[in-house]
């Protein structure tokens, strides 16, 4: 089943997939083109925003559990006992997708996955693993993670800082490239399924009975928070300080978090235009000061680029962006402020 919102969760329209096999994951890297993967190597796209799904072939027989994209360049596929690589080249507008399995040392169940850099990468499975690469997938090396239990969820903020979380209520967390793990007290004994920061100090793990669990202060203290539901919850997911989680008996749930940033209708900030296809300018009520800093990320939150900025000089070149959905912020010595940008050719 695949479903989609146009309204931020408060109505949700049925898809037709295509498939009546289970799918995990799905991920846009563009407005109108998206995928999703699932049970028996299911691998489904879309380049209308959902209206039509086709079947692509992967290759992959068992499963194909874990989907993440950067930038249109690095693909990975994590399943079952296996990691899988997807390279999708851009060339005539036409789109060419091969999936090649690699060899990632360990026959385990692997789980989770993230790249925080376009060569970093982490993944996570059962009995306590952890792989890092740091050639693109090309190699996977094994860490010691001081645990044996499942590991579900694997998530980055930066290269050295992340955290992973499994069975039992464990969560472990690095600030050094995963080269020594520390755990951290959940408060609970439920199965946590998924991780999510939206920035170094507030993230939110969600899992088994309908746990919910939020930090404000890097997993320092992991809060329970009542939602409503025991049902087990699969994924979390933020754009932005808006979040979605998932699971069971097609359970969603949304959220605002309050982080210490102000609203945009406090300070008027504007981005045209928006899409744009090779830059924008920036407009904002306030006088900026001449040591603003521009900030753009991608969805995984990922910081692709970085400039001084001034309110003389408001135009910003992205032609080296590809096509997608990207957030701008703002810093300067009193505050920041955000905005979503579509990047559209």
Same mark, same amino acid.
């Given at each position: 089943?695949?479903?989609?919102?146009?309204?931020?969760?408060?109505?949700?329209?049925?898809?037709?997939s295509g498939?009546?096999?289970?799918?995990?994951?799905?991920?846009?890297?563009?407005?109108?083109?998206?995928?999703?993967?699932?049970w028996?190597?299911?691998?489904?796209?879309t380049?209308?925003?959902?209206?039509?799904?086709?079947?692509?072939?992967?290759?992959n027989?068992?499963? +194909?559990?874990l989907?993440?994209?950067?930038?249109?360049?690095?693909r990975?596929?994590?399943?079952?006992?296996?990691?899988?690589?997807?390279?999708?080249?851009?060339?005539?507008?036409?789109?060419?997708?091969?999936?090649?399995q690699?060899?990632?040392?360990?026959?385990?169940?692997? !789980?989770?996955?993230?790249? =925080?850099?376009?060569?970093?990468?982490?993944?996570?499975?059962?009995?306590?693993?952890?792989?890092?690469?740091?050639?693109?997938?090309?190699?996977?090396?094994?860490?010691?993670?001081?645990?044996? !239990?499942?590991l579900?969820s694997?998530?980055?903020?930066d290269?050295d800082t992340?955290?992973? +979380?499994?069975?039992?209520?464990?969560i472990?967390?690095?600030?050094?490239?995963?080269?020594?793990?520390?755990?951290?007290?959940?408060g609970?004994?439920?199965?946590?399924?998924? +991780?999510?920061?939206?920035?170094?100090?507030?993230?939110?793990?969600?899992?088994?009975?309908?746990?919910?669990?939020?930090?404000?202060?890097?997993g320092?203290?992991?809060?329970p928070q009542?939602?409503?539901?025991?049902?087990?919850l699969?994924? +979390?997911?933020?754009?932005?300080?808006?979040?979605?989680?998932?699971?069971?008996s097609?359970?969603?749930?949304?959220?605002?978090l309050?982080?210490?940033?102000?609203?945009?209708?406090?300070t008027?900030?504007s981005?045209? =235009?928006? =899409?744009?296809?090779?830059?924008?300018?920036?407009?904002?009520?306030?006088?900026?000061?001449?040591?603003?800093?521009?900030?753009?990320?991608?969805?995984?939150?990922?910081?692709?680029?970085?400039?001084?900025?001034?309110?003389e000089?408001?135009?910003?070149?992205?032609?080296?962006l590809?096509?997608?959905?990207?957030?701008v912020?703002l810093?300067?010595?009193?505050?920041?402020?955000?905005?979503?940008l579509?990047?559209?050719?």
């Open positions: 089943m695949i479903l989609k919102t146009t309204n931020g969760g408060a109505n949700w329209i049925s898809q037709n498939t009546t096999n289970d799918l995990f994951e799905v991920y846009f890297p563009a407005p109108d083109t998206g995928y999703a993967v699932g028996l190597g299911t691998i489904v796209k380049t209308d925003g959902g209206q039509n799904w086709d079947t692509l072939t992967s290759g027989y068992t499963s +194909v559990q989907f993440v994209f950067y930038r249109c360049q690095y990975l596929c994590g399943g079952w006992f296996r990691i899988t690589e997807h390279r999708i080249d851009n060339e005539n507008d036409r789109w060419r997708a091969n999936w090649t690699q060899t990632n040392g360990s026959y385990k169940q692997l !789980s989770g996955v993230h790249f =925080p850099a376009v060569d970093t990468g982490y993944a996570v499975g059962n009995t306590g693993t952890i792989l890092k690469t740091v050639d693109g997938g090309n190699v996977w090396s094994p860490q010691t993670s001081g645990t044996t !239990s499942l579900r694997v998530q980055f903020i290269t992340g955290y992973t +979380v499994g069975a039992s209520g464990k472990l967390k690095t600030i050094n490239g995963g080269q020594t793990w520390t755990s951290q007290i959940s609970t004994f439920n199965t946590l399924f998924s +991780v999510y920061f939206i920035d170094a100090q507030n993230g939110i793990i969600v899992g088994d009975n309908g746990t919910i669990l939020q930090t404000t202060n890097g320092g203290n992991w809060i009542t939602n409503g539901t025991g049902n087990l699969l994924y +979390v997911h933020f754009i932005g300080n808006t979040g979605f989680a998932v699971g069971e097609g359970t969603i749930l949304k959220t605002m309050s982080v210490d940033l102000p609203e945009l209708s406090q008027t900030f981005l045209y =235009p928006n =899409p744009t296809s090779n830059g924008f300018t920036l407009q904002s009520d306030q006088k900026l000061m001449s040591n603003a800093v521009l900030y753009i990320y991608s969805r995984e939150g990922k910081q692709i680029q970085e400039e001084h900025f001034s309110s000089s408001p135009y910003t070149d992205i032609s080296n590809e096509n997608g959905l990207y957030l912020e810093r300067w010595e009193n505050g920041s402020i955000r905005q979503r579509i990047v559209n050719r």
